[in-house]
């Protein structure tokens, strides 16, 4: 993987719900990794009519390198890059081989 390409700051965080004070549970996201990777759109999406007015979700792709702590991560995260949140779909382990992590994510706010 060449280095120039991973040039984006990424945060992964990791939910640990936690009670309010009316003993609601609330998101509490806190920080699992960080680390620079190469995002890129995916070239599909699925376009929904919500309340009669067109919703396109966008994917994107992160490359990464593979690391002890990118070991763990897993579809109950996040990533945060540039102020935009994604939700984590899939977590692929290119080729098994240790080296590079693909991230498959769904653009939560643009």
Known sequence: MRAGLLRRSITIENNTPTQDATGQ???????FATGWGEVKPMPTGAEEFMTE??????????????????????????LLEGGRVFDIERVHDESDRRREIRLYLRLVNP
């Open 25 to 31: 549970e609330v998101d509490s996201w806190g920080t």
């Open 53 to 78: 007015q067109p919703f396109s979700e966008q994917y994107y792709q992160v490359r990464m390198r593979y690391t002890p702590t990118t070991a763990g991560i897993n579809t109950r995260m996040r």
